[in-house]
């Protein structure tokens, strides 16, 4: 790329202890097929900084690198968004491999159809782990709660999320950047919506997200997602769907059915086997592999119980209780330089 002319795409990372995955995710920039980007890599007060990598990525990749304080993310992305020179500013997480015709795809995209905000899936790549694959599939599947992130399937309209997201400068001069809290992406997806700006899924716009290396660190992931609906529901009352309350719901109605399966009958245990057998059937199909196909199980299990449980924790204590965190201080941004 020309380094005296202005980059069409500004690539914001916030990065926080994640040396490999850094130099993972600017190998697959540095073969991009088209490099109309700048990269921008901000380290947000890590232990084990990357500075070293982004440097030795820069030529191929146009990247730069940003040390700051430990703030949190959010804070990490609007120094991004602060220093950056492009026409639309992308979003990434440290853990994601981008495919070598990405910035190609979404240069034709949006020359055929401008839009002020885009988002793209994700996928799992055949070198990750079978658990990272498993976790890919809870994840993404219309059996689990894929259904609830937005996609071309789902049970909700689009909502881009900050693995894979881009909005123009105009978008961020009228809204401002993101807010520290759970879920920081949807908020910002929201307040992009309500400005009246334009969305759009481009669905061969996807990157390879690594996701969690295990299933525990999977559980407090999604739990932590389960609770921020709540958060999200304060911020924005009428959000909360309908479609948003089924892992609560399953977590309830499962507990029930074990329940009465151990002191009634095992014949109530039938609807949880179905859906399991579904779930086994679904992933193998969708990856060809026993051993994965198996791992889809608990990590289809932990994805709904995490979910279900958090979004339950959080109604109970914010909404029953009221004894939530205060919402206007849990949004309040700051933007840190």
Known sequence: MDQTKTPRFSIIVPVYNRRDEVEDLLRSLSSQTVKN????????????????????????????????????????????????????????????????????????????????????PDSAH??????????????????????????????????PRSFNMGFSRKVAERIGGFREMFSEDIDISTRIKEAGFTIALIPEAKVWHKRRVDFRKFFRQVHVFGMSRITLKELYPGSLKVVHTLPAVAVVIGVMLLLLGIFVSPWWLLPIGVYFAAILIAAYVSTRSVRIAVLSLPASFIQIAGYGTGFLRAWFTNIVLGRGRDVSREISMRRGK
């Not at 007060?45 to 959010?74: F, H, K, Q």
């Not at 709660?145 to 996609?151: D, E, K, L, M, Q």
Request: hydrophobic share 30%; with cysteine.
């Open 37 to 120: 980007f700048e990269t921008i890599i901000v380290e947000d007060g890590s232990t084990d900084p990357c500075e070293d990598i982004v440097r030795r990525y820069a030529p191929d990749s146009n990247s730069r690198y940003i040390g700051r304080r430990n703030e949190g993310r959010s804070y990490a992305r609007n120094a991004g968004i602060d220093d950056a020179s492009g026409e639309y500013l992308v979003f990434f997480d440290s853990d994601c491999v981008i495919p070598d015709n990405y910035f190609e795809i979404l240069s034709d995209s949006l020359d055929k159809r401008y839009v002020d905000c885009f988002g793209g």
């Open 126 to 159: 055949e070198s990750f782990t079978a658990v990272q694959r498993a976790i890919n599939f809870a994840m993404t599947s219309f059996l689990t709660t894929g259904g609830i992130r937005g996609g071309k399937r789902s049970l909700e309209k689009f909502t």
